[in-house]
């Protein structure tokens, strides 16, 4: 019993250097691929847009004139992590392929060079003054960056999730992948991480921001400031002052609504399957006592939820409840009207029981907690394109979508091969 028991310590001990090792070789193969001439060409102002707006007329009539509400098409979606975004995305990638928008993608991996801030050169074929409608993917957040990339018109959108929620998500998803983690005691890791966080946690540690006030580090703020710090106000201002919608995930079907009425969407621009999700097996229950410890440790983020939950209820009530309650209803409705046209069975499955590898979903290592959708069997032709495309997981759009994800692809062919 010893024996295997110090087999095993061995085992995990080789899993956890060789992803070590492994991590470093892809960042600096990426490194490498993205390398740049230094040099600063004359930057030029993006036009207003470079697509014709969706429904518009072709004559001369103005749009007042017509009363025609035309869908806006420049969008930046800042994807943050744990929050529903991917559903969000197969969202976007579909209106975008409809109305034949110009995505911004980066090269090489399905995000901008995570964690590093945002820099306008991680675009795959940027130029100063072309135009991009749509910039969505994974970054830490730099406005002045970004703004070099997308029409000054643009409509800023992200998401926020539950601070203690997201941290039970983030902890459980990246624990491989952040060392300070692997001398956790115990079975469960993340109530023990809680109990003292400070004996485990390093600000300076490798992935360590997965692990605390994740959402306030997206955005590019500092998430080891103190929760009273003043920055951290000033922070949320920030955020405030370049977004225009800031979602809810807890509130999906209300934020899609929102988000329709701003960007002057169809219902049909909103269907969706929850892309990305786990297994209720894999999911802690967090205590009352766990849940205010996740609070506690996720101060900022806490401040950040409740400031935006607030903006958006008043929203919703700009809005009006019953409007509101109405159209949701409808969603809904419509929704579960194509989970039956579309998904097999009607629900979700296991990783291992997707029969397809264009629907099989990224798994974190050492896990595979992810579950994914069968495409129904003989689904009627008018909707066997839509439903497709709705079922497909974010990489396999991506590269669908032209995008060349050689990085991302050989880390998976890695993890694939060592059977993580």
């Not at 219902?267 to 849940?291: A, C, G, I, Q, Y």
Request: aromatic content about 12%; some cysteine; overall charge neutral.
């Amino acid at each position: 019993m010893l024996h295997q028991k110090q087999r095993q310590w061995w085992q995990l001990l080789f899993k956890r250097v060789t992803v070590g090792c492994l991590i470093i070789i892809m960042a600096l193969l990426y490194s490498l691929s993205t390398l740049q001439i230094s040099f600063s060409p004359p930057e030029f102002p993006v036009p207003h847009s470079c697509a014709p707006q969706p429904g518009q007329s072709t004559s001369n009539s103005s749009q007042e004139d017509n009363n025609i509400c035309v869908p806006k098409v420049d969008i930046m979606f800042m994807k943050t992590h744990k929050t529903g975004s991917s559903t969000f995305l197969n969202i976007l990638f579909r209106f975008g392929e409809k109305h034949k928008l110009r995505f911004a993608f980066p090269s090489s991996r399905n995000d901008f060079f995570y964690p590093s801030p945002f820099q306008h050169q991680h675009v795959h074929g940027y130029q100063s003054g072309k135009c991009f409608n749509i910039l969505c993917n994974h970054m830490r957040f730099n406005a002045s960056e970004v703004a070099k990339v997308l029409p000054r018109d643009t409509l800023y959108v992200t998401i926020l999730r539950d601070p203690a929620e997201l941290f039970e998500s983030s902890f459980h998803y990246f624990s491989h992948v952040v060392p300070l983690t692997w001398r956790i005691p115990d079975e469960d890791k993340m109530a023990e991480f809680l109990r003292d966080p400070n004996q485990y946690f390093s600000p300076g540690g490798f992935n360590s921001f997965y692990l605390k006030n994740l959402l306030f580090f997206d955005f590019g703020q500092d998430n080891t400031l103190e929760p009273d710090d003043p920055r951290v106000e000033g922070g949320i201002k920030v955020i405030a002052e370049h977004f225009h919608l800031v979602m809810l995930m807890e509130h999906f079907e209300e934020s899609l609504i929102l988000l329709k009425d701003v960007l002057c969407w169809e219902m049909d621009d909103l269907l969706f399957f929850r892309l990305n999700s786990r297994k209720e097996s894999t999911v802690s229950k967090l205590t009352p006592e766990l849940r205010a410890k996740a609070l506690q440790w996720n101060g900022i983020d806490w401040r950040l939820y409740k400031h935006f939950n607030q903006t958006f209820w008043e929203k919703v009530e700009a809005y009006g409840r019953q409007r509101m309650a109405e159209d949701v209803a409808e969603l809904k409705r419509r929704n579960v009207e194509l989970v039956e046209i579309c998904v097999e069975g009607g629900h979700s499955v296991e990783a291992g029981n997707i029969r397809e590898a264009a629907m099989q979903p990224w798994q974190p290592i050492g896990e595979k907690s992810i579950v994914g959708y069968n495409l129904k069997k003989n689904v009627d032709k008018a909707y066997k394109e839509l439903c497709r495309k709705m079922l497909t997981p974010e990489i396999q759009y991506l590269t669908d979508l032209g995008v060349n994800l050689w990085l991302t692809k050989l880390w998976g062919y890695v993890r694939n091969i060592i059977n993580w």
